[in-house]
């Protein structure tokens, strides 16, 4: 079994920064893509930002310029820094990663979930 872990949301006012975190444990060969999705109250759950394990990166046009994602390969990590953030960006965040728990037995992995709210 894989987890993964989430942390760093909040309440942050318009134009503040924050930053989420993403572990994976667990029974892992190996992680490809890791990303983050958010899902706003109403609304479907959208991709935000992707990494490969390359370090190949994807972002949605919303976000681009104001968030970067980063991931440590080591720690079976992703971060997600939000910088300019709007009310907008209101929503629940969630890590998502691609695992092979051994090679070619390829499986999808979801966090729990992060609320990050942008209000004054």
């Known amino acids: 079994q894989v987890q993964l872990v989430e942390s760093g949301g909040g309440l942050v006012q318009p134009g503040g920064s924050l930053r989420l975190s993403c572990a994976a444990s667990?029974?892992?060969?190996?992680?490809?893509?890791m990303g983050w999705y958010r899902q706003a109250p109403g609304k479907q759950r959208e991709l935000v930002a992707a990494?490969?394990?390359?370090?190949?990166?994807n972002y949605a046009d919303s976000v681009k310029g104001r968030f970067t994602i980063s991931r440590d390969n080591a720690k079976n990590t992703v971060y997600l820094q939000m910088n300019s953030l709007r009310p907008e960006d209101t929503a629940v965040y969630y890590c998502?990663?691609?695992?092979?728990?051994?090679?070619?037995?390829?499986?999808?992995?979801w966090g729990q979930g992060t609320q990050v709210t942008v209000s004054s």
């Open positions: 990494i490969t394990s390359g370090g190949d990166t």
């Open positions: 667990g029974s892992i060969f190996s992680i490809n893509t």
């Open positions: 998502k990663a691609d695992v092979a728990v051994r090679p070619a037995m390829l499986y999808n992995y």
